[in-house]
């Protein structure tokens, strides 16, 4: 007989992206809602490279989610060529910088302040290996002769082997994994490794995206691949095993973002995140699984407590809005209009 209802430690999602102005007030309380921790992305316009911006997004964003006020952002720092090791090392001392991002230039949205070449920073990545300060990558490899589709691959050859080969104990998050080159390369290295997987990759393969015509609001970075990349990641979230957690990169953008001659990448899974999430386990017969994912091992690789609340999600129907509309700020939300079996039960 099929579960009627879970109830799961409060989750933690390592990944969000809340943007800034009317979209952050407008979509940080989704996230809000569901889960009691979130590692927040920096790249804002312009980006989150100090301390000192850091603790000022960190106030807009609770500012945002005061009808949630035991809700606490994660704060991240920016890594550019020319990033302040100093600062950097000090803002995770005082508590306010949880990790810091690697952005190759080009890579994904208002990545062209990232990296251009990993050896840059490697001063600022060998302090950051001393204090045990984690390393969050957006794991692409850009170049003209290299296919969208395999940049990826490319990054785990060109710099993830290298890098932990010259940096064997830095913390580094392969985030937002999509091949299954990627979840082997993960269960293959040392614990000092682990990866996030959105709810997105785990639903969609690239035909979802590209076949019976473009559908723009299924386009992120990375984008989706193959199905068997697909089944890999399921088979990876759904393991159990510590080294993989929750991690939505939720990306909302206005809808003419991306209805556009150049839509933008990212796809809006806040508003139904847990219970996308829910739904592959369910399918997936891995329900009791569940738990781990998305509420333990994030917290332990993190070096984190255990959330003390809980979430209960029941068996029941709802249908996903096709829109989410704040003052005049039109969002499309993943799986608009279609039914979800799982539904938050509000407090």
Same mark, same amino acid.
């Given at each position: ?7 799961l430690?409060?989750p933690d ?14 979509v940080?309380p ?5 889960f009691a921790?979130?590692?927040?992305m920096?790249?804002l316009?312009?980006?989150v490279?100090t ?7 960190r ?22 060529d020319?990033l302040?090791g ?11 910088l949880?990790?810091?991002k690697?952005y190759?230039?080009?890579a994904t949205?208002?990545?062209?302040h ?11 990545l060998e ?7 984690p390393?969050?990558v957006h794991?692409?490899?850009v ?25 064997p ?16 390369f993960?269960m ?12 997105h ?6 035909n979802?995206m590209?076949?019976?015509? !473009?559908?723009?609001? $299924?386009y992120?970075? /990375?984008?989706?691949?193959? =199905?068997?990349h697909r089944?890999? *990641?399921?088979?990876a979230?759904t393991?159990g095993h ?15 973002a991306?209805e ?9 899974t806040?508003p ?21 994912f998305?509420s333990?091992?994030g917290?332990k ?6 959330n003390?609340?809980?979430?209960t999600?029941?068996?029941?129907d ?6 989410? !509309?704040?003052k005049? $700020?039109?969002?499309v /939300?993943?799986?608009?209009? =279609?039914?979800?079996?799982w539904? *938050?039960?509000?407090?």
């Open positions: 007989m099929t579960a009627q209802s879970i109830t430690i409060k999602d390592w990944h969000v992206h809340l943007r800034d102005g009317e979209m952050l007030k407008q940080a989704y996230t809000a809602q569901q921790r979130a590692i927040i920096p790249n316009l312009p980006p490279t301390t000192a911006m850091a603790v000022d997004y106030q807009r964003i609770l500012a945002a989610t005061q009808d949630y006020p035991d809700f606490k952002p994660l704060m991240v720092a920016y890594l550019t020319d302040d100093k600062d950097l090392i000090n803002g995770h001392q005082q508590g306010v949880t990790a810091a690697l190759p230039a080009g949205t208002n990545s062209s990232g990296v251009t070449d990993i050896k840059h920073i490697y001063p600022v302090a950051m290996q001393k204090q045990g300060m390393l969050l794991g692409e490899v170049g003209d002769d290299i296919d969208v589709f395999d940049r990826e691959a490319r990054f785990i050859d060109d710099v993830m082997q290298p890098l932990l080969k010259d940096m104990e830095l913390k580094v998050v392969f985030e937002h994994i999509t091949t299954k080159d990627a979840a082997d993960v293959s290295a040392g614990d000092n490794v682990a990866a996030t997987i959105t709810a990759h785990l639903q969609i393969n690239r979802d590209l076949v019976g015509g !473009i559908k723009p609001h $299924l992120c970075l /990375p984008v989706a691949k193959r =199905e068997q089944q890999a *990641l399921r088979k979230a393991s510590q080294k993989f957690f929750l991690g939505t990169d939720t990306a909302p953008h206005a809808i003419n991306k556009s001659a150049c839509g933008c990448a990212g796809i809006f806040a139904h995140a847990i219970e996308h999430y829910a739904q592959v386990f369910e399918e997936e017969n891995a329900l009791d699984k569940l738990e781990a998305a333990i091992n917290p690789f993190y070096q984190l407590s255990i003390k609340d809980h979430i999600l029941i068996k029941k709802q249908q996903v809005p096709e829109k989410t !509309i704040d005049g $700020l039109s969002i /939300p993943f799986k608009a209009g =279609e039914i979800l079996a539904q *938050l039960q509000a407090d």
